[in-house]
């Protein structure tokens, strides 16, 4: 195991700086008239790109070098590898989901109310909500440019397909969100356990699908190669999103005793993890009540949220989850078994989705 | 004029109910998980209709049923009709912009912290930040998905041509916006009239060109056709903004005696209109100051603005703004004379292009 999840972070920072470089073909650091002309368009009158540079490149370039594994991008390049074509070629394209990802971690951290990010203060607080979110989702629609500007030269049928591809997980992924939001803003967790997944699989998993959809399109695949790509990465994904609500708690379990450390996050949040939603739906009445009434309350202390987290232990939903887990990295790799991937490749992946749950946990 | 204008009204009366009733195929009022799976895709679990009725359907539809008049999806319609196609048949596609438009609303509205929006409070005020924001970009997506299910059987190049020109225009949106926000946040107004003149042939020009264009592919015209139908639009739209910026200006002269009302909006908020760009280039350089100042405070008085109001006035800016915006209709109309729509739809836009400056003007 440890020698396979170093394969993939070899992958990682050997793939990283060509993955930035090309970003930047993108979006540059620094904007000029010149370059906007090109990229988007003439214009009839006159760009301020001073302007536009400050709105655009700074606060992504600030977030973007913050840090990152750009992983969508790789695993990208390693699958279109995989598949025997060249990623260099296609180096272009494996952008297109890390932009995308770039532009939804604005956008959420301003519809959170998020303070922090990868150790520095959100976006918008440095450079306010009005030029977070254009910038954000400026990130949505640049993804799609890249396929328009038609890098690889990919025949029409391809491209449509990408574009047809891209609009059914980027509406996927507003109802994710949707839901995530509303269940949020909400005092009960009345949600099943197939709702909590099925957000996950919208809201996390539909990024993940991108990545693998993407590279079997562009390498031309047959459509039963896309969907199992599709669903090995969705897969992947929503064991993802669960390995982390269990990190919360047990690093909140680890911190109990250090004072001023943050613990129990997601309880003080009242998110409605996998792990909530198990104890709500199986703790005895009264732990259930009281977890429930920690979770809706506005203010927690630590005290309440190591209650909260106590309850969820001793119906053993932390030890459900972490099964449930692995249970979708089993699920996940079963995925690979009918894809044409070469044999390192398909080794780097299925370590690749064993990595993602078993990170600290 | 009178009667040509109302030729416009009555095609909006007209057509209104047809154009909500297929906002509402689109978007049903109330969701169920059977319209969640046939419009979105079957999903992986179980999907949560409530939550994501609340978090799309209703904050949407509230804005919605506050009015609009709903021009961006009638001008399609009566382009498809001039250029001898069924508007029926591609009503499906006349949705696609005002979608489009009313996502923009929500999202613009955080941006720009607007308390009001048609009369009541915006809909972030009334369901707070993160379901406005993402419902608000869910509608920059739907209309993708419209192209995607392919409702009047388009063959795949027209389909990839909508994808194209959707992706050209919602990203030079983005440009339009960030550039208006970065001035916006900038104390000095050191912007050219054609800077002034591009942020708006971005910011509010892509989404009229969206409408020719549209109605141009869709029926199948050729390429020349499309850009003189983007020109036209585009050159309404930017005239469109110059009579709204004059309104705001005539308005505040109207209401100086009504104790009360709201005056110099635009001067308060420090908006960088044609008129303030013109007058702080042409005015005596005290005058200029003294209106480089007003616009820069962050609290502005009645009489501040007023005063603002009157250095424009007195340097000939609202009525430079007003020959300008005039001189911009023109302009469009000519765009339309090698457009081969049926007489009566090009006496109706050409028209309509009318109406656009001489509303309260």
Not at 104 to 109: F, K, M, Y
Not at 294 to 319: F, H, N, P, Q, R
Request: proline share 4%.
């Amino acid at each position: 195991m440890a020698a396979n999840s170093l394969d993939m972070s070899e992958s990682l920072s050997e793939w990283r700086p060509a993955v930035d470089r090309e970003i930047e073909r993108v979006l540059p650091r620094e904007l000029s008239a010149d370059y906007l002309r090109s990229f988007f368009g003439e214009g009839r009158y006159e760009y301020d790109p001073d302007a536009i540079e400050d709105a655009l490149s700074t606060p992504v370039w600030d977030l973007l070098d913050r840090g990152g594994k750009r992983w969508r991008a790789v695993v990208f390049l390693m699958l279109v590898e995989g598949f025997g074509a060249d990623p260099e070629e296609l180096l272009p394209y494996a952008v297109v989901p890390e932009i995308l990802h770039n532009g939804t971690i604005i956008v959420d951290d301003v519809e959170d109310g998020a303070e922090r990010r990868r150790g520095e203060e959100a976006v918008h607080h440095r450079y306010g909500q009005d030029i977070a979110l254009n910038a954000g989702n400026a990130l949505y629609f640049i993804p799609l440019k890249i396929v328009e500007r038609n890098p690889a030269d990919l025949d029409p049928e391809t491209r449509l397909a990408v574009y047809e591809m891209l609009t059914y997980e980027l509406n996927r992924t507003h109802l994710g969100q949707g839901m995530d939001i509303r269940w949020h803003n909400s005092d009960e967790v009345a949600i099943t356990e197939g709702e909590y997944m099925e957000m996950c699989a919208c809201k996390t998993g539909c990024l993940g699908r991108i990545v693998g959809r993407l590279a079997a399109i562009v390498t031309d695949q047959p459509d039963d190669v896309e969907a199992e790509l599709a669903a090995f990465m969705e897969t992947v994904c929503i064991a993802f999103q669960i390995a982390d609500d269990i990190l919360d708690v047990e690093h909140s379990l680890d911190r109990a005793g250090d004072f001023g450390k943050a613990v129990g996050n997601d309880v003080k949040e009242g998110k409605k993890t996998l792990i909530a939603v198990h104890a709500v739906r199986n703790a005895a009445p009264e732990d259930a009540a009281r977890l429930q009434e920690i979770l809706a309350a506005d203010d927690t202390t630590d005290a309440e949220a190591l209650a909260a987290i106590e309850v969820m232990e001793e119906t053993g939903s932390v030890e459900y989850a972490r099964e449930r887990a692995i249970a979708l990295v089993e699920e996940a790799r079963d995925h690979l078994d009918d894809v044409p991937l070469t044999e390192d490749v398909a080794a780097e992946l299925a370590a690749f989705a064993e990595y993602v749950v078993e990170r600290d946990v």
